[in-house]
C-alpha cells in the first residue's frame, strides 16, 4: 500500500515532476483535495525555506493527511543571486514564465558572461495537521 501525499500547489507542471520523482517509492503523490477553492498562502517569506513552511503548514491544516509544499526559483548570481524568491513574480504579479525570462535576460544583456553564473534552489517542507513534520 502506497503512502499518499498532497502536493500543496496547482501548476500541473510541479505535479507531474513530483509524481514521477516519487515513482517506484511507494509513494502516490495527489493534488490537495480543494485546492483551487481555498484562500491562497500569501508567500511573504524572506527565503526559500520560510515559504514552502509557511506553505506546508498552511495548507495541512485543511486535511488529515501529509501535505507538502515547495518554493523555488533562480539564484543569479550577476543579480546578486536575484531573483532569487520573486522567481515567479519577478516580472509583475500576474507575469508569465515567458515575461520572466525576457525580464532576467534584458537586465543581463551587456554584462560580462562570467558573471552570468547561476543556480536553482528547491526546498521542500512537509506538514501535517498544522505542523511542520
Known sequence: MALTVYLASTNSGKLREFRHAA???GIEVELLP??????VC???GHTFEENACK???YYSEWTDGMVF???SGLCVDALRS???IFSARYAGPEADDEANNQKLLLE?????????????VCIIA???RGKVL
Open 42 to 44: 500569501i508567500e511573504d
Open 82 to 84: 536575484g531573483p532569487g
Open 69 to 71: 509544499a515547495d518554493d
Open 126 to 128: 512537509l506538514g501535517q
Open 55 to 57: 506553505k506546508a503548514l
Open 34 to 39: 480543494g485546492i483551487e477553492n481555498l484562500p
Open 23 to 25: 515513482e517506484g517509492r
Open 108 to 120: 543581463l544583456a551587456g554584462g560580462p558572461p562570467s558573471k552570468r553564473t547561476d543556480h536553482y
